[in-house]
């Protein structure tokens, strides 16, 4: 199994993207705390994969705005597993939406605090950590396609997804001779409840967007879940500082 005795962290994993991907990288046998500001969440997810995977998941419950926050989720990590080599940094959210002209700044500043500082905040703890123990280690940023296209309507989650992207892109260059590899994921549209809840409110939108994906659907967490496996395992070994979509191919369409 390609994760075999290594210790990953998924942020925001209570649901969506993030169950999806702890859940994948539990199935290539590593060990995964799953930490969300949720913490029942957290722990139903940690339950179904202890379910099929018995003693694989812990969890742990924290909001990644707060620096404090994050260097216990990075403690609790190290003592009950002893040692963390994957981490994928995935939580993140839009707190606005409308015309660019109609945002105020609590908004953009609220985007920007989860979607890009929390993820900074986690990264600046993460690599101290990482080089401490001084072995190979791998981090999966999760961002968007929005980055790459931009986002009618939600520009500011879009402008921060693009920060994520460049972060990544200087993260990996400073810590690439400590072992660490750095890589983005920009997922397309998924099946996630966020999703499923637009959908129930705008149907044409739901049609518009799985024609938009050169598959003619949308995707499911778990595809995410299979590139960050992949990603975090030895056998991405040459590969740092990418940002790869995953979406059906609607990046090209
Ligand atoms: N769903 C999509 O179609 C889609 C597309 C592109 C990118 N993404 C990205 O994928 C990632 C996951 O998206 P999703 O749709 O699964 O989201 P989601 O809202 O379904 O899940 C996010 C999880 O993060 C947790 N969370 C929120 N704020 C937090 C905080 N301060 N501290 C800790 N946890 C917190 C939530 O409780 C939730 O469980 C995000 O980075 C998102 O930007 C999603």
Redesign the pocket.
């Given at each position: 199994m390609e994760l075999e005795n290594k210790v990953s962290l998924v942020?925001?994993a209570?649901?969506?993207?993030?169950e999806g991907i702890a859940k994948v990288l539990a199935s290539h046998g590593s060990k995964v705390m799953i930490?969300?500001?949720?913490g029942s969440?957290a722990e139903r997810v940690a339950n179904e994969i202890n379910t099929l995977f018995p003693k694989c998941a812990s969890f742990y419950e924290?909001?990644?705005?707060d620096s404090k926050a994050i260097q216990s989720m990075i403690e609790t990590t190290l003592t009950t597993y002893a040692k963390l080599d994957c981490i994928c940094n995935?939580?993140?959210?839009s707190k606005g939406l409308g015309p660019v002209e109609n945002y105020s700044l609590e908004e953009v500043q609220a985007t920007l605090d989860?979607?890009f500082t929390?993820l900074w905040k986690c990264l600046q703890i993460e690599i101290k950590t990482l080089k401490e123990q001084s072995v190979s280690s791998s981090i999966v940023n999760?961002s968007?396609?929005s980055a790459i296209r931009g986002y009618a309507f939600n520009s500011i989650y879009a402008a921060s997804?693009a920060a994520v992207n460049n972060l990544t892109q200087s993260v990996a260059k400073e810590v690439a001779r400590n072992g660490i590899r750095v890589n983005a994921i920009s997922?397309?549209?998924?099946n996630?409840?966020?999703?499923r809840q637009y959908f129930e409110a705008e149907p044409k939108a739901k049609d518009m967007l799985e024609k938009s994906s050169l598959l003619r659907r949308i995707g499911e967490?778990e595809e995410i879940g299979e590139l960050v496996s992949f990603l975090l395992s030895d056998r991405s070994s040459f590969i740092t500082g990418q940002v790869i979509s995953v979406d059906g191919g609607s990046s090209i369409n």
């Open positions: 942020t925001g209570g649901q969506g993207i993030g930490v969300d500001l949720n969440s924290a909001d990644l705005t995935n939580a993140a959210a989860l979607t929390s999760i968007s396609n997804k997922p397309g549209t998924i996630t409840p966020g999703v967490p």
